[in-house]
């Protein structure tokens, strides 16, 4: 069973950054695809980022690009979303997800929906105040 926990979600002023961890308890973690989704209140969940397994193909959601990063350690099984400049609209709850199917692959476009990925995690909040 592949298990996936977030870390680092907390308050913090708009402006400011704040570093996710996911931490997978699989070592088969190097073969899958990684992504980050979030959800606002009263919203669906949304795509934020995603990356392959040897970080060469990375997704970014317009809203964040150029402002988060998404990166992952394959020796230590985790992998991160370093969100700088941090906006109202950023606050939520974090999730990672994890797609096997993928393999050693670049990503494609489908690993932009929720649909595809295997393992979640329960999720972490992130609160942004104006």
């Known amino acids: 069973q592949v298990q996936l926990a977030e870390f680092g979600g907390g308050s913090v002023q708009a402006g400011a950054s704040v570093r996710l961890s996911c931490e997978c308890s699989?070592?088969?973690?190097?073969?899958?695809?990684m992504a980050w989704f979030r959800q606002r209140s009263g919203k669906e969940r949304e795509f934020v980022a995603a990356i392959n397994w040897n970080g060469e193909s990375i997704y970014y959601a317009d809203s964040v690009k150029g402002r988060f990063t998404i990166f992952r350690d394959n020796e230590k099984n985790i992998v991160y979303l370093q969100m700088n400049s941090l906006k109202f609209e950023d606050t939520g709850v974090y999730f990672c997800a994890a797609d096997h199917g993928i393999g050693f692959s670049a990503l494609d476009a489908t690993l932009k929906d929720s649909t595809p990925y295997d393992y979640w995690g329960r999720g972490t909040q992130v609160t942004v105040s104006s």
């Open positions: 699989r070592d088969s973690f190097v073969s899958y695809a």
